[in-house]
């Protein structure tokens, strides 16, 4: 590993052209082959709905409460 804090200039300019290099969608990284990389993440997807439908009930039942005073 280089732990230099400076480069010159000819590492500096082959750095710029490394970073502004669009990626290459073509040939991924390794990583990307791996069978794990390519699941799709598990997260909460069933956490928004359910949200949602647990307000609309409390809104709905204070309504209908608010209405029966």
Known sequence: MDTR???T???ELQHF????EPEDF???????TQPEAREPSRGLPWVLPLVIVAAVAVVG???VMGMSD
């Open 5 to 7: 804090e400076s480069q």
């Open 9 to 11: 200039p000819e590492e």
């Open 26 to 32: 073509a040939h991924p990284e390794p990583d990307e």
């Open 61 to 63: 039942f204070l309504l």
């Open 17 to 20: 052209k490394e970073v502004s």
